[in-house]
């Protein structure tokens, strides 16, 4: 008889750990507390308009798609893609605005309109490939959790390789010598949720994620991943049951023996998996002690967002996809947002104008504009109010309107917004954090907390706050290193 697993949360590491572990012969049930499966990859369709309200970029769809492979079935034929041109769009304060191309030599001509040799742009590329494929090698695909894992696979001589003495804003302005190109490039930490100056150099690895597997766009909007997942779910019998909120999680000496839900119902399981983050779950479901809880300081959350979705009577031409507006002093915005904790002034904005792709997700000759500051996590000591966020949604708005969207306010015709702690109630994220773990130099050296229990060894991990981190990929491939782990793990306490 196969082994019972169950899965807290159906977040797309969730969903990926369950599909994975159902292909190795497990027999897997998913709680997950909201009304629809995906986690933060979640939608709102409301008078017309469609908003991803999580993730709006996909990047390294293969490993997605190694998910129906192992199934006989193709990624393609349950979830459509295509790939963006721009990748995206920056817009600064001085007026220049300066798009992103896997395209040489187009990625050339946009580098010489803020004045930056193009020879810069292609030597940091070699660079960032040079570490993606060092992580990549281990981090990622081997799925290493541990300093004795990384010790063994990588050797001194290849961990030296990682640019271990830089932070990551270090490494971009070795290599490229205008503020423009270096905010850019900067900003792709922007994927975990950190600071290019405290996260360590090897975070370079990240552009490359984009200029060598591209940047892609799901039709109908981002949240079709989970739709097609679903369907995948349904063909391998992988029950879902949805509005079922886990409150409880019960043990026996060094073991997790079941789920309590909501209703007062006991789900005994042999393995559990949760996609709840570590710290809640340790905190929350399994109520340990302050003295273990603070073995896990190192692990911060990543920062949290103010996520408004406006629904638009007309079109900014100028708009891309996705876009970029910066901060006009970029280090003071992480320093404030990562250090100080306080709300940027001067904000570095991402907005989505995803009708520039896909006419269906706004009514015809409109905008649907996602737009993401990022702010800091939930601060218990300084507690800001619903109020407070909704004032600084005003600032975001400004700024915009000073950059050239004119008149936006006048314009909108629907609105919704979230807050972190709206993201806190909706996902129990710690401290309303968006990606999981900092990745912080100083604090962690960019590693999450471990994918197995270090104090119940059948209670595993996956998500954004374990190893390798936040992100739709890394969440995906997380769930996949968890399966062999869970595998590997059983058939060794089953022959001892």
Request: charged share 25%; net charge positive; glycine share 8%.
């Amino acid at each position: 008889m196969s082994k019972t697993v169950i899965v807290i949360g159906a977040g797309l590491g969730g969903l990926s750990a369950a599909i994975s572990l159902a292909q190795a012969g497990y027999s897997v049930v998913i709680h997950e507390k909201n009304a629809r499966i995906g986690g933060k990859l979640n939608v709102l369709q409301a008078q017309g308009y469609t908003f991803d309200l999580g993730p709006s970029i996909l990047t390294l769809p293969h490993i997605f798609g190694r998910l129906f492979e192992r199934s006989g079935r193709r990624m393609e034929d349950y979830i459509p893609i295509r790939p963006l041109r721009p990748h995206w769009r920056n817009f600064f304060t001085d007026g220049k605005v300066v798009d992103l191309d896997p395209d040489p030599e187009r990625m050339a001509a946009e580098a010489r309109k803020v004045g930056e040799d193009p020879a810069n742009v292609r030597r940091f590329l070699e660079y960032s490939g040079r570490l993606y494929d060092l992580v990549n090698a281990g981090y990622f695909e081997q799925g290493l959790d541990t300093s004795k894992e990384f010790s063994k696979f990588y050797g001194l001589g290849k961990f030296l390789q990682f640019d271990l003495f830089r932070t990551m804003h270090g490494g971009v302005a070795r290599h490229l010598r205008t503020r423009h190109m270096r905010d850019i490039f900067d900003y792709f930490i922007k994927y975990v949720g950190s600071s290019a100056y405290h996260s360590p150099a090897f975070m370079n690895c990240l552009p490359t994620i984009q200029f060598r597997y591209d940047l892609w766009y799901v039709d109908g909007g981002l949240y079709n991943i989970a739709r097609g997942l679903q369907r995948l779910l349904d063909e391998l019998g992988i029950k879902v049951h949805l509005n079922s909120d886990v409150v409880s999680v019960r043990k026996s000496a060094d073991r997790v023996t079941s789920v309590v839900l909501a209703d007062g119902s006991n789900h005994a399981a042999d393995i559990i998996v949760s996609n709840l983050e570590v710290i809640p779950a340790y905190a929350q479901l399994l109520l340990e002690d302050e003295a273990f809880m603070r073995t896990l300081d190192r692990f911060e959350p990543s920062c949290s967002g103010l996520i408004v979705e406006l629904g638009l009577d007309c079109k900014y031409e100028q708009l891309a996809h996705h876009n970029f507006f910066y901060s006009d002093h970029q280090r003071e915005h992480f320093r404030t947002v990562f250090r100080k904790r306080q709300l940027p002034p001067d904000p570095t904005i991402y907005l989505v104008a995803a009708s520039r792709t896909d006419p269906t997700v706004a009514p015809a000759g409109c905008d649907g504009l996602k737009i993401l500051p990022h702010i800091p996590h939930i601060d218990d000591r300084h507690p800001l109010t619903r109020e407070d966020y909704l004032a600084y949604k005003e600032v975001v708005l400004t700024k915009l309107e000073r950059m050239g969207l004119k008149d936006l306010r006048r314009h909108v015709v629907f609105e919704h917004c979230w807050t972190p702690l709206d993201i806190r109630e909706q996902y129990r994220s710690n401290k309303g954090s968006i990606y999981g773990v900092v990745s912080d130099r100083f604090k962690n050296l960019a590693f999450k907390a471990p994918k197995q229990s270090t104090k119940y060894p059948n209670l595993f991990f996956v998500g954004g706050s374990v190893n390798p981190g936040g992100g739709m990929p890394m969440v995906v491939l997380c769930g996949q290193n968890v399966a062999k782990k869970v595998v590997a793990w059983d058939r060794c306490s089953s022959s001892s």
